[in-house]
């Protein structure tokens, strides 16, 4: 994986800060060649994709997966470069999976370390796509900028604009379009100042990219914050959904759920927290909301994961696990689920090692039947260890679990999983589900790939040597509690600038794991 593209700190208490940059090319609009033939068909699958440039394979690491209006996908990774600056590999993908292009997308010029990098994309409706991310250097500011892209249906540039949305660093985590034809992003911005910490930030632009009005939730004091997630609301506002986190005292510091509610104006109509909390009232728990939308209820679902205490050697069966977190549509708790696998312990080659199984949600949707599915990792329990895995799971509409699997490609010598998570997911025109995740090359290089798994709706690929029973998970009782965050808003606007951005034509290595097609 690309490891030099994201920095993880506060890593205890589980804040994610991607220390992520590019210009305007102009490119004319064609629409994609219509879909026939085998390639209309969105049957089960399983396939690795590598990013080929100069007749090498290059690193890459899975961000997002969207639907595409014409039964196909568009899957968006991070990838190294002959250059040294990272960039993002995009890749078009038929219903059947076959890649119709593929596209690096990055800086036009930089040095060795710069980055322009996507970890949010969707198709939007002229059929091109929007990107979101963030920027460093470049030929610009070596304070981190967010970023976004605009694509047209063929994978070229049409504008790119960053925003230096804080003083210093700033990123965008989700980007989707709007009603009347912009974008609404949110992520974090870093102002001088203020002992580096982040404010959680929401940006909604108009169709060229100029912004029509920022919010930024925080800093305040030893408090930060930040959204990992957005969606348009139905009656035109939007949701927001991530975590904050008040420093001070012991470390690890507790995190708790943000959950912020907006008018189609951007002006606050709610903010919430959850966690557990201390004899003090004080939150005491580690709650890491990674997804989130609204429901069909008008209400809202987070999800992501849970833990009642900082990791121990001595963990209890009840202190962690998946989080699913209902709210009605004032943000007050309907239900609250907790799934894991109890107390496992192994054997590590050296001592007796006992671990939570548990999971981590990083994408979710609602289907037809009001019931949600759910992509990220679980825990496999092997003799030695408890690897990562794909992982996809169904709940009913009140969170009980009806399935779940695990999806992993393995060594051929050893039998051990070399495939380790979903970052992403969608569901698909058939009423099934595509998930992306990361797996490395089956060979002594362990190169990192895209995992694509196209499943029906009950998350079956069919005959497949790749599709496993997950570990068996029980419900725990988070005990989650609200809480009154009170973050200032700060509703300064800061104008983008245009980025130098190029798009180039890479080659691609599609490996059929199964079927085969």
């Keep these: 994986m690309i490891k030099a593209a994201i920095a993880i700190v506060l890593a205890g208490a589980g804040l994610l800060f991607l220390t992520l940059a590019a210009g305007v090319m102009g490119a004319s609009r064609s629409a994609p060649a219509p879909i026939t033939g085998a390639d209309a068909r969105s049957g089960p699958f399983v396939k690795a994709y590598g990013n080929i440039i100069q007749h090498v394979e290059y690193g890459v690491t899975p961000e997002s997966v969207a639907a595409t209006s014409d039964g196909g996908y568009v ?129 909604k632009l108009d169709g060229a990219g100029t912004v029509q009005w ?105 202190s962690a696990g998946v989080m699913l977190l209902k709210l009605d549509s004032g943000g007050q708790i309907e239900w609250q689920k907790t799934y894991n696998g109890g107390i496992y312990c192994y054997f590590n080659g050296y001592n007796q090692t006992c671990t939570i199984i548990t999971a981590l949600v990083y994408s979710v949707h609602q289907t037809a039947d009001g019931g949600y599915v759910l992509a990220g990792l679980g825990n496999l329990e092997l003799l030695d260890s408890v690897p990562q895995v794909p992982w ?54 362990g190169i990192g790939e895209l995992y694509a798994v196209k499943t029906d709706s009950w998350g079956i690929v069919g005959i497949c040597d790749q599709q496993y029973d997950a570990t068996p998970l029980h419900a725990v009782d988070p005990a989650l509690t609200i809480l009154s965050p009170s973050l200032p808003v700060l509703t300064t606007v800061t104008p983008g600038g245009n980025v130098s951005i190029r798009a180039r034509t890479t080659s691609v290595l599609k490996i059929d794991k199964c079927p085969a097609n």
């Design 75 to 203: 899957a968006l990774a991070l990838t190294d470069s002959p250059s040294g600056i990272s960039a993002d590999w995009i890749v078009k993908l038929s219903p059947s999976g076959r890649p119709q292009w593929q596209k690096e997308v990055g800086c036009a010029s930089g040095a060795p370390g710069d980055y322009g990098l996507g970890v949010s994309a969707q198709q939007t409706s002229d059929g091109g796509y929007i990107l979101g991310g963030g920027i460093l250097g470049c030929g610009g500011s070596y304070f981190q900028r967010a970023l976004v892209e605009k694509l047209d249906p063929q994978g070229r540039v049409t504008w790119a604009f960053a925003y230096p949305a804080g003083t210093a660093d700033g990123v965008i985590w989700k980007i989707r379009q709007t009603a009347d034809g912009g974008y609404v992003a949110v992520g974090s911005a870093t102002t001088s100042g203020q002992n580096g910490y982040s404010g959680a930030l929401i940006l």
């Design 214 to 318: 920022q919010r930024k939730l925080g800093p305040t004091g030893s408090t930060i914050a930040y959204f990992n997630a957005v969606q348009q609301t139905s009656d035109g506002g939007y949701v927001a959904i991530g975590e904050y986190s008040v420093l001070g005292g012991s470390y690890p510091y507790p995190v708790s759920v943000l959950v912020v509610t907006f008018d189609p104006s951007g002006n606050v109509r709610w903010q919430r927290g959850f966690n557990n909390v201390d004899d003090q009232g004080s939150p005491s728990g580690y709650e890491h909301a990674l997804a989130g939308i609204q429901t069909s209820d008008g209400g809202y679902l987070a999800a992501g994961n849970w833990s009642k205490n900082p990791p121990s050697p001595f963990p209890e069966e009840d």
């Design 392 to 445: 996809l799971a169904k709940v009913d509409s009140a969170g009980n679990l009806l399935w779940q699997y695990f999806y992993y490609d393995a060594y051929t010598t050893t039998g051990r999983p070399i495939s380790q998570y979903f970052a992403s997911s969608t569901p698909t025109n058939d009423g099934g589900f595509m998930a992306i995740g990361f797996t490395e090359k089956n060979d002594i290089t």
